[in-house]
C-alpha cells in the first residue's frame, strides 16, 4: 500500500479502529472514501482497484474525485 503525506479531511467513521477520512488530500489530487477492501488470507488484491483509485491503510480504497 502506497503511503504518502497526505491532508485528510472529517471522518465518515472508522475500521479496524483507524480512522476513515470522508476525503484525503495528496500533491496528485483529491480523492474521497469509497469503500472498504476485500481481504483474502490477510492480503488486499490490487485487482479490485480501478485506475482511479488508491488503497489506504488499514484496508481502505479512495477514489479520485471527479
Do not use: C, W
Not at 12 to 20: D, E, M, N, T, W
Amino acid at each position: 500500500m502506497a503511503q504518502s503525506q497526505t491532508q485528510r479531511t472529517s471522518l465518515a467513521g472508522s475500521y479496524l479502529g483507524q480512522p476513515i477520512h470522508q476525503t484525503i488530500e495528496s500533491r496528485n489530487g483529491t480523492y474521497v472514501f469509497d469503500r472498504i477492501a476485500e481481504n483474502i488470507d490477510g492480503e488486499f488484491p490490487l485487482e479490485q482497484l480501478n485506475k482511479d483509485e488508491l488503497l489506504i491503510r488499514p484496508g481502505l480504497i479512495y477514489r479520485a474525485k471527479a
